[in-house]
C-alpha cells in the first residue's frame, strides 16, 4: 500500500513538474501539443524507484516513469517519444522492454510489478537475483535536421520466482495416498496462489506438491516448525520435511495460500444440496427444469452457492439438487411476488405453495445472488458495469468511473472514446473502487483495435491486464453493447 501512495505521489509531484517546464516553453497555454513551440527544455527521465525489490504478493504496484519534452528547437515540429528497459551497459539493440514506441503528447508511462517480473523472466534472466537495469527515453522530433535527444535511468530490479499454478496433495492422509503420479489436485480460487481442497482426510500425515510428477526431489510445500497455520516453501524436495498430521478422520477444508505462506485447516459440515439452479421466465433459464441456469459453489463457504446474471421482468425460483422435477426440492420467498430483495427464504419439497420472486420493469438489471444453505438467507446485489481508461472519458480513475447503461440485458455505452487521449486506452470494470478486487472485461489481446469486439473475462490483479487501444483517427462517438450472459459484444463508430 505505501508503494501504491508513494507512486501516486510520485505522478503527482512529477507531472507538475512537467507542467511547469510545458508552461515555461510555450508561448500559449491553448496549444494542444507541448512541444509544438519547445525551444530548449531538456530531456530528463525519471523512475519512481531506483532500487525496487518485486513482491508477487504486490504484483499489482506500479514502477513508473515520466520525462519531461524535450526540444525540437523551435521548429514547430511534434517529438514522438519511445521508452525502452534494458541491461545495464548495453546498446539497447534488442532491449528487455518496450513500454513506449514512437507517441507524441505522453509524458507519462507505468508497468506493473507482476508484468515487469514476468517479461524479466521471458527474457531469460533469472529468478531471484538482482539485476542493474537502465531505461532509455528516445526523442525523435518530425523535423530531420533536429537531432534525436536521449535521457537514461539506472535502477535495480530485484525478480522473484512466481508460485506454482498448480497445488496437489499427497500423503497418507490424503485421498490417493503417497502416490504423487495420482495426487489429488487442489482447487485453484478467484486469488492469485490460493488453492482449495474440500473432503475426506484419514488418519496420517500430508504435504503438498507442485506437480505429479512421480519424484521426490520436485518441489513441496510443508509445515513450519514453529506454526502449524505457516507453509514452507521447499525448493527441490529441500530443507525439513515437517508434514501436517491428522489426528481424527473426518471431512476437512483447506485453504493453502502460498503467497502469504500460510494454511486454514477447518473441519466442515455438509451442505443440504451440493448443486442449486435458477428457474424462471425473469432469467435465461425460462422455465426448462430439465437445464436451468447452475450457482455456483463458493470455495470459502460451502454453504453458499453464488449465481450472477441478467434479469428481466417476470418470476423465478431456485431449484436445489436434481433436475427435471417440478415437484422436488425448492428455496422459495416467504411471499409469493416477493421483489429481489435481501431476507429470509424457506427450503421445502412439493410444487404447493409456488411461491416466486418477482421482477418488474423498475427492479430489472443484473444481480449477483447468493444464497447460504446453512441459516436460508438469500442475498440480491446490483452489479453495474464501468468503463476505465484514458481512452474513456473516466480516465483511470477507479473510484468514480462511468457506469453503462443497461438496457435489456445489454450493458451500453454511449459516448466519446478519445476525448482525454486520441490514442488511449480502455477495458470494462464490474466494480468500483479497487483495482484487485473484482472482475473485468479486457479485450482478447493488449493492444487490440477499438473496432474488434472479441474479448475475455479477467480476475482482479491476476489478469491478463489487456485494454483496447485507440489508434490515430479513431477517437469519436461510440455506442458499445455487451450482454454478460450471452457474451455478446458490438462496437459502433456513430
Known amino acids: 500500500m505505501n508503494s501504491i501512495l508513494n507512486l501516486k505521489r510520485f505522478y503527482v509531484i512529477t507531472l507538475v513538474l512537467v507542467l511547469g517546464v510545458i508552461s515555461g516553453s510555450c508561448e500559449t497555454d491553448e496549444l494542444e501539443d507541448p512541444s509544438i513551440e519547445n525551444v530548449n527544455n531538456e530531456l530528463a527521465l525519471t523512475v519512481s524507484e531506483e532500487n525496487l525489490e518485486l513482491e508477487e504478493r504486490f504484483m499489482g504496484n506500479e514502477l513508473g516513469f515520466t520525462w519531461s519534452t524535450g526540444t525540437n528547437r523551435g521548429t514547430g515540429a511534434a517529438i514522438m517519444y519511445t521508452l525502452e528497459i534494458d541491461l545495464a551497459g548495453s546498446d539497447f539493440s534488442d532491449p528487455l522492454i518496450t513500454l513506449v514506441e514512437g507517441e507524441k503528447n505522453r509524458y507519462l508511462a507505468s508497468i506493473d510489478h507482476g508484468t515487469l517480473n514476468h517479461r524479466l523472466l521471458n527474457s531469460g534472466l533469472d529468478a531471484g537475483t538482482v539485476y542493474d537495469l537502465e531505461a532509455r ?131 466442515i459440515e455438509d451442505s443440504p444440496f451440493d448443486r442449486l439452479w435458477i428457474v424462471g421466465d425473469a432469467t435465461k433459464s425460462g422455465w426448462d427444469i430439465n437445464n436451468p441456469a447452475a450457482f455456483e459453489r463458493s470455495e470459502e463457504d460451502p454453504f453458499v452457492f453464488t449465481y450472477e446474471g441478467n434479469f428481466n421482468p417476470g418470476s423465478f425460483k431456485i431449484l436445489a439438487g436434481e433436475t427435471g422435477d417440478f415437484c422436488g426440492e425448492w428455496y422459495r420467498p416467504l411471499e409469493n411476488g416477493q421483489a429481489p430483495v435481501d431476507g429470509s427464504v424457506e427450503q421445502r419439497a412439493g410444487c404447493e405453495p409456488d411461491y416466486n420472486w418477482t421482477v418488474t420493469e423498475e427492479t430489472a438489471g443484473r444481480y449477483r445472488v447468493s444464497l447460504n444453505t446453512g441459516n436460508n438467507t438469500i442475498k440480491f446485489t446490483p452489479m453495474g458495469l464501468y468503463i476505465v481508461g484514458d481512452g474513456s472519458p473516466s480516465d483511470w480513475n477507479i473510484n468514480t468511473p462511468m457506469p453503462l447503461t443497461y438496457d435489456n440485458g445489454d450493458f451500453v455505452f454511449n459516448g466519446e472514446l478519445g476525448a482525454i487521449n486520441p490514442t488511449g486506452e480502455f477495458k470494462f470494470s464490474k466494480s468500483v473502487g479497487d483495482w484487485c478486487n473484482g472482475e473485468w472485461i479486457v479485450s482478447a489481446e493488449n493492444g487490440q483495435a477499438v473496432t474488434n469486439p472479441e474479448h475475455i473475462t479477467a480476475i482482479g490483479c491476476v489478469g491478463p491486464d489487456n485494454k483496447w487501444k485507440l489508434q490515430e483517427g479513431d477517437a469519436g462517438t461510440y455506442e458499445i453493447r455487451i450482454n454478460l450472459d450471452t457474451d455478446n459484444m458490438t462496437i459502433t463508430k456513430l
Do not use: H
Not at 522530433?141 to 535521457?151: G, L, N, T
Open 137 to 267: 527515453l528516445t526523442a525523435e522530433v518530425a523535423d530531420p535536421a533536429v537531432e534525436d535527444q536521449v535521457s537514461k535511468k539506472a535502477f535495480s530490479v530485484a525478480t522473484y520466482k512466481p508460485v506454482s499454478s498448480k497445488l496437489f496433495i499427497v500423503g497418507d492422509a490424503s485421498p490417493n495416498g503417497w502416490d504423487i503420479s495420482n495426487a489429488t489436485k487442489l482447487t485453484a480460487a478467484n486469488q492469485r496462489g490460493v488453492f482449495i481442497y474440500e473432503g475426506k482426510l484419514t488418519e496420517g500425515n500430508f504435504k503438498f506438491a507442485v506437480s505429479q510428477d512421480d519424484c521426490f526431489c520436485q518441489d513441496f510445500y510443508t509445515k513450519d516448525a514453529d506454526d502449524d497455520n505457516k507453509i514452507v516453501y521447499n525448493e527441490g524436495g529441500s530443507g525439513e520435511d515437517i508434514q501436517w498430521t491428522v489426528t481424527e478422520e473426518g471431512n476437512y477444508r483447506l485453504r493453502v495460500d502460498l503467497l502469504n505462506k500460510t494454511i486454514d485447516i477447518n473441519p
